[in-house]
Structures are given as structure tokens and as C-alpha cells.
């Protein structure tokens, strides 16, 4: 069965910093990679995916991921952050044609000005 | 505008009182699933469907039931709901290719008392 861990319960960031989230999954074949972003009292919104190909993907608000098959990882990035970044962020893998979608147990981002 | 609908938003009940909550997608997807939200736990799935009048069970199926007599809806039944089951629930549809992310829908918050 596939698992994922962000290790990073919250993390809290000053406006302009770059951002790193953590993300390790654990899936026997190539997986499916996703990030997802729920800001307070939202839906989840798509911030990017990985299927094949490229490793070092990109997204919608700046962001970007890197797929590191070695390390089992899939680590979100942005650059320089902004106060509307702050939310909850899911890191997710899929299995199975992705109908089997394991989420992991989230980071929340605080933006400090 | 594609987008997944569920409804009620928000919903105060009491322990044993049938309650539905429903999904509808107006993107024609074959798959939907709906999964629970927890502190510190993530997003678990609690059903999904492969299509209509095909469905199986996630990772948390217990004290629910689902039905998928049609392409667009996708009900969360909770036949007699108890105080175990306070969450938030996020119901979700997809195309039928492996590479298709999952689209949600923005939540609906149950409490039971």
C-alpha cells in the first residue's frame, strides 16, 4: 500500500523568503505525485502533478516540485513567498490510475510579514 | 464553469438521524470518491466509483454507504451517524486517465451531536 509523510506539521515563513515543504512517499511502481493547497474554509485546489517525464515540475502561483525517485520524494518550492501563501498544503500520491489517492497529513504555512 | 457542487456547506445534527450529503459534477467524469478530513490525519477515502452503479470502499468506509445511480451525483449517506463521524467532507471527481487529476469540491462540515 502506498503511504505518504510531510514531516513538517507547520512551518512559518517571512514574506519574500523562499519556501521548502517536505514530502517522502512510499509506492512500489512509479507513482503519481501531487500537490494540493486549501486555504481556511476552501475546497483543495491542484498546484501541480508529476506523472513521467520531467522531474522538475511547475505549477500554478510560482510554485515547482522536483520528483527525486532515489530519495522518495517530491518537495514543493517557491522561491519568494507572498502573504496570500498561507494555507494548508497536501502532498498526495496515486495509485492504481490514481483512483487510489493517499493524501499526507499536511503542513500549514505562516506568512510573518 | 467545471466544478463539483456539494451541499448542505455546513450541517448540525443529532447522533441517529439519516442524514445525506450530495455530490454533483457537471464534467461528465467517470470517477468520483469522497474522503473525510481530520487534524492531524489528512484526507482519508471513504468511497469511491468507477462509474455508474459500480462502487467500492477507501481506506475508512465504516458507518457510511454511497450510490451512483447517475453519471453526475454522488451521495454520501450516513444511515445512523454518530458524534465519531464530525468531520469534513470533500467529495471529488476525475476523467478516465490515470494522468487526470482529481477535482474537489469545496467541503461540507458535519457535526453530530
Known amino acids: 500500500a502506498q503511504s505518504v509523510t510531510q514531516p513538517d506539521i507547520h512551518i512559518t515563513v517571512s514574506e519574500g523568503a523562499s519556501l521548502e515543504l517536505r514530502c517522502n512517499y512510499s509506492y512500489g511502481a512509479t507513482p503519481y505525485l501531487f500537490w494540493y493547497v486549501q486555504s481556511p474554509g476552501q475546497g483543495l485546489q491542484l498546484l501541480l502533478k508529476y506523472f513521467s517525464g520531467d522531474t522538475l515540475v511547475q505549477g500554478i502561483k510560482g510554485f515547482e516540485a522536483e520528483f527525486k525517485r532515489s530519495q522518495s520524494s517530491f518537495n514543493l518550492r517557491k522561491p519568494s513567498v507572498h502573504w496570500s501563501d498561507a494555507a494548508e498544503y497536501f502532498c498526495?500520491?496515486?495509485?492504481?490510475?490514481?483512483?487510489?489517492?493517499?493524501f499526507g497529513t499536511g503542513t500549514r504555512l505562516t506568512i510573518i510579514p | 464553469e467545471a466544478q463539483v457542487t456539494q451541499n448542505p456547506r455546513y450541517l448540525i445534527t443529532v447522533t441517529g438521524k439519516k442524514l445525506t450529503v450530495t455530490c454533483s459534477q457537471n464534467?461528465?467524469?467517470?470517477?468520483m470518491s469522497w474522503y473525510r478530513q481530520d487534524p492531524g490525519l489528512g484526507l482519508r477515502q471513504i468511497y469511491y466509483?468507477?462509474?455508474?452503479?459500480?462502487?467500492d470502499k477507501g481506506d475508512v468506509p465504516e458507518g457510511y454507504k454511497v450510490s451512483r445511480k447517475e453519471k453526475r451525483n454522488f451521495p454520501l449517506i450516513l444511515e445512523s451517524p454518530s458524534p465519531n463521524q464530525t468531520s469534513l467532507y470533500f467529495c471529488a471527481s476525475k476523467g478516465p486517465h490515470g494522468n487526470q487529476p482529481q477535482h474537489f469540491g469545496d467541503g461540507t462540515r458535519l457535526s453530530i451531536l
Open positions: 498526495a500520491v496515486g495509485a492504481f490510475g490514481n483512483e487510489k489517492l493517499t
Open positions: 466509483s468507477m462509474n455508474v452503479e459500480v462502487t
Open positions: 464534467m461528465n467524469h467517470e470517477y
